[in-house]
């Protein structure tokens, strides 16, 4: 079975300040890695994946994770912040042979002028 | 065009009611599923249904009925429900054997038991 861990469940940040979103995983089998991102009262919009190849991955809104297999660790990053990223960050996981997403506890990103 | 259409958006009712969540895809995915947002916004998944078939069904009580009469709907019926009950509904869909591309959720349901 996987698992996913956020470790912080909060993460305020000011207006074009760089941040990390935390994310660890566990599993006994290879996976697919995921960040959704839910804005007030919507539903959850994918942000980016790892699925296989280049450890960095590249998503929408300049936000951008690293796959590090041996912490197994997939965290979130943005160099510079806005105020409309202030919203939910859920990261999720799925094994290659379950289709299947576990998804860990969010991480509100607050952030202020 | 909606990918993921949820109805309806908000639900309050009492207790003991019964109630139902419709959700309808336009994407030709043959996967779907109910997730359950909990006040701590934690996800858990309660089913799935590939082709109108049940696939995954989490330990969710059985007063939860899910129906699927094709695969672009999935519907999430509720007996006698309870205050704990409360909580944000999400339909979501995928393609199976693609489902590395993850999920397209709908803007979910707020149910709200009193």
């Known amino acids: 079975a996987q698992s996913v861990t956020q470790l912080d469940s909060q993460v305020p940040v000011f207006e074009e300040a760089p941040v990390e979103l935390r994310c660890n995983y566990s599993?006994?089998?290879?996976?697919?890695l995921f960040w959704y991102v839910q804005y007030p009262n919507q539903g959850l919009q994918l942000l980016l994946k790892y699925l296989s190849g280049s450890t960095l991955v590249k998503g929408i809104n300049g936000f951008e994770a690293e796959f590090n297999k041996s912490q197994t660790s997939f965290h979130l990053r943005k160099p510079s912040v806005h105020i409309s990223d202030t919203a939910e960050y859920f990261c999720a996981v799925s094994s290659y042979n379950f289709n299947k997403f576990y998804f860990g506890s969010g991480t509100k990103l607050n952030v202020k002028p | 065009d909606t990918a993921v259409s949820q109805t309806p958006k908000y639900l309050v009712t009492q207790m003991g009611n019964d109630k139902s969540i419709k959700c309808e895809q336009n994407?030709?995915?043959?996967?779907m599923y109910w997730y359950k947002q909990d006040s701590k916004k934690f996800l858990k998944i309660m089913f799935s249904y590939n082709n109108k078939e049940l696939i995954i069904n989490e330990t969710v009580p059985n007063r939860f009925s899910p129906k699927s009469p094709d695969k672009a709907h999935l519907n999430l019926h509720i007996n006698s429900l309870e205050l704990g009950d409360s909580a944000v509904y999400f339909c979501?869909?995928?393609?199976?054997?693609?489902?590395?591309?993850?999920?397209?959720f709908g803007s979910g349901t707020r149910l709200t038991v009193v």
């Open positions: 994407l030709g995915h043959d996967t």
């Open positions: 599993s006994s089998v290879s996976v697919y």
């Open positions: 979501a869909s995928s393609q199976a054997g693609q489902h590395n591309y993850g999920y397209t």
